[in-house]
Each structure stands twice: as structure tokens, then as C-alpha cells.
């Protein structure tokens, strides 16, 4: 009969197989995948009514639904925790330390010229604390430098 039904009442299902038990602990992965809007609405306030009464983890790779249905972010890589804590904390630990890395085609220019008029462009940008020419290394393709710029 389950497999009649469609994919949001499926997931709602699936919520409702593992907290008929009352566990302390659920964890949804993913649980917005694959809704309609409406049905991504019903499904942010049926995770939000599971507060209290468990301790919910959400797995996404989605911040916006993170931020839309989570008090906490964990930010796991390769299986361990690198960032804790809520979305204004995030936030404020993005806008101090962002790492951009361009890759620059100057028609007509040498890697050194190309390298000094972007540093003079970029250095003039409001938030940027340093920039650094990295030495030009081919692409896949073989036939572009790379440059990042901190």
C-alpha cells in the first residue's frame, strides 16, 4: 500500500516508522528530496514539531534548508565534525576567512602582466586583506595558468 502513495506522503511515512517508538534520536537524511514546494512547507514544520520531544539530525547538503529547519549546523568532513554551531556563527566564520581562487585568460598579456593588473583590481576591493599570485600551473586542458588569489 505504501508504494501507492506519492513521494511526499511516502517521506512522511518513513518519519512516522521511526518515531513511532520514541526515540531520543532521529535522523532524516535528506528529507525535503524530491518535494513540491508545498510539500517542502509541510515537511519543514513536521521536522519542527519533532523538537522537543526528540533531538533531530537532518543530513543535507542544502543550507538553505538547514537554516530553515535546524536550531545547530554540524559541518562534517571526511566523517568528522570541522564546524559547530548556529547560522549567524557560520556566517560570521565565512565572511572572515573566504579563500577565492580565480583562473585569469589576459589575450595578449604575459603571465607577470596578466598577474599585476589583477592584483591592482583586487586589492582595491572592499574585504579583500591580501592577494597572492601563485605561479601558474596548466590546466587539463594544457593550455591555461591558474592564479588564486586568498
Known sequence: ???SLSHGYR?????????????ELVVLDEPISGLDPVQIMEMRE???GLRGS??????????????????????????????SGTEAELSATLK????VALTLRGAGLSSAAAAEKARAALAGLDGVREVEILEPRRSRRGDQPRYAWP
Open 46 to 48: 513536521l521536522v519542527r
Open 11 to 23: 517521506q512522511r511515512v518513513g518519519i512516522a516508522q521511526s518515531i513511532v517508538h520514541g526515540p
Open 96 to 99: 572572515q576567512g573566504m579563500r
Open 54 to 83: 526528540h533531538t533531530v539530525v537532518v543530513s543535507s547538503h542544502i543550507l538553505t534548508e538547514i537554516s530553515e529547519t535546524c536550531d545547530r549546523i554540524l559541518i562534517i568532513d571526511e566523517g568528522r565534525i570541522a564546524w
Open 1 to 3: 500500500m505504501i508504494g
